[in-house]
């Protein structure tokens, strides 16, 4: 059964009411599929699902993290 645990919820600069979530999702893809790192952006929380969302597995959560790191040193 999917069920999921937010782990942290961050307000979206420049917006009124947007978040980014971070959650771990259980069973995203049915019965015994392997648990996901799941990030979800809202635009406006108000609404049920997020404007944008990613799953990322166990094995790629370190690569995405250097990446985004990479990323910020950019901006």
Do not use: C, F
């Not at 919820?9 to 996901?36: D, F, H, R, W």
């Not at 979800?40 to 370190?62: C, F, M, S, T, Y």
């Amino acid at each position: 059964m999917k069920t999921s645990e937010i782990i942290k919820e961050i307000p979206l600069a420049n917006s009124e009411n947007g978040v980014i979530t971070v959650a771990v999702l259980q069973e995203p893809y049915g019965k015994e599929s392997a648990p996901v790192v799941s990030v979800g952006v809202w635009l406006n929380r108000a609404g049920g699902e997020p404007d944008w969302k990613i799953h990322v597995p166990k094995e790629n959560v370190d690569a995405l993290i250097e990446a985004i790191a990479e990323a910020k040193e950019r901006l």
